[in-house]
């Protein structure tokens, strides 16, 4: 069943001329590792496994970075979507504050990949800006800056008499360094470019359509009748995981984000900030080298086929007044309309792994907000474990933790 999991003009596909196209699998081939997903995720996957001289290929189905990773905003940052409060009847504080410690470590990477091989996507570190304009969620956000602030994380809190910004703030929390901006298309190719000068091989327009699991290995056949051999098989497909387990993994909604038209003289202050605001749905927004904002957010239930116009219109007017609200000082005009799907779970993390009846089968799948950093820390824990060191830190991530 083709069904469409991303609609709209998506900036980053239209803004980047991006050259560079890969083969479809032509032959049969061996390998160590079977990724399967040519999004971001599979990119970091593919650089973490060949950095560890782990033989690896990648299939994607159709372009190299066109899904998921084309839709994100990729405002990075080191929290979680809900508050640590908010998460507590699902978790631990301490799991929590273990997370918010290892996106830092995860925005640390990135910033380490972009030191060595230069910066070719637009990479900024910026402050992080938790912020709600009404009364009743002060308590939370102060809430949440004082156990961050006790936990050692350098954050500021704002107020009222001390909002820097020209919309209204009654509570902020200020993360320092807590946050990154990138262009997501533009990384996962420079992922890719670096790996591949390397030993890993990547396959765009393959599409693998079954797996066999054997006592020795796993077998991939792509919709050719090539097949890949390999030690395992890494599930790097985001919330699309039929291919894999019947198990529904998380929970699918649809986000919607805008683009503006670059804005002349827009604030030097915006620019070293990614935003986030309590609503229920949260909407954030970030901005561009070229002085864009990027906003998303008015997340709604799943749409199986993202063709219901009228909800579509709906959520891309709510964002639109949103960004003219916040941004009244200037002529704010919507170039860029996009939407997509995306998976979140109970506690916020996503799952990094082995399945727990397949041991040749292992997941990668970034979901909530923080997919990107989750891919990190599945890039780095995935490799150890291959290589047959299992970090601590799995556990966080385990693929059946809500069964047990």
């Not at 839709?71 to 979507?81: A, N």
């Not at 091989?201 to 097949?227: M, R």
């Not at 699918?252 to 605001?277: C, G, H, M, Q, W």
Request: hydrophobic share 35%.
């Amino acid at each position: 069943m083709n069904v469409q999991y991303v609609q709209g003009d998506c900036i980053f596909t239209r803004v980047n001329k991006i050259t560079k196209q890969y083969e479809y699998l032509t032959e049969d081939i061996d390998t160590d590792v079977i990724i399967v997903g040519g999004g971001v995720t599979g990119a970091i996957l593919g650089y973490y496994l060949t950095k560890n001289n782990i033989k690896c290929v990648i299939l994607e189905k159709s372009r190299v970075g066109h899904g998921s990773t084309s839709i994100t905003t990729s405002l990075l940052q080191y929290e979680l979507d809900s508050t640590i409060m908010g998460l507590k009847q699902y978790t631990t504080i301490e799991n929590i504050i273990k997370s918010y410690r290892l996106g830092v470590k995860a925005l640390n990477e990135i910033q380490d990949f972009i030191e060595k091989y230069g910066n070719n996507c637009d990479f900024k570190r910026v402050d992080s800006f938790l912020y709600t304009s009404k009364e009743i969620d002060k308590n939370k956000v102060e809430e949440e800056y004082q156990i961050r602030k006790d936990n050692g994380f350098k954050v500021e809190f704002i107020d009222q008499s001390s909002n820097p910004f020209t919309f209204d703030v009654k509570a902020g929390l200020l993360s320092k360094d807590g946050g990154a901006q990138f262009d997501p298309f533009r990384f996962t190719h420079e992922l890719l470019r670096v790996s591949c000068e390397s030993s890993l091989k990547v396959y765009e327009n393959t599409e693998v359509v079954s797996i066999t699991y054997n006592e020795n290995d796993v077998i991939a056949e792509t919709v050719y009748g090539h097949k890949v051999r390999g030690e395992i098989i890494i599930a790097a497909t985001g919330y699309n995981t039929q291919l894999f387990t019947k198990r529904e993994f998380g929970t699918k909604t649809t986000a919607f984000n805008l683009a503006t038209k670059p804005i002349n003289n827009l604030e030097e202050r915006y620019k070293s900030i990614v935003f986030r605001d309590t609503e229920v749905p949260y909407n954030y927004f970030r901005t561009t080298n070229d002085n864009r904002i990027i906003i998303g957010g008015e997340d709604i239930n799943f749409l199986p086929d993202i063709f219901n116009e009228q909800l579509c219109i709906k959520s891309y007017d709510k964002l639109e007044q949103r960004i003219k609200n916040l941004f009244k000082q200037h002529k704010v005009e919507i170039e860029y309309r996009y939407c997509g799907a995306f998976a979140s779970t109970q506690d916020n993390l996503g799952f990094i792994g082995k399945d727990p009846d397949r041991s040749r089968l292992w997941y990668c799948l970034g979901y909530g907000a923080n997919g990107i950093l989750f891919a990190i820390l599945g890039g780095i824990m995935l490799s150890e474990l291959y290589l047959g060191k299992v970090n601590e830190d799995l556990k966080l991530f385990d693929v059946d933790r809500f069964d047990s």
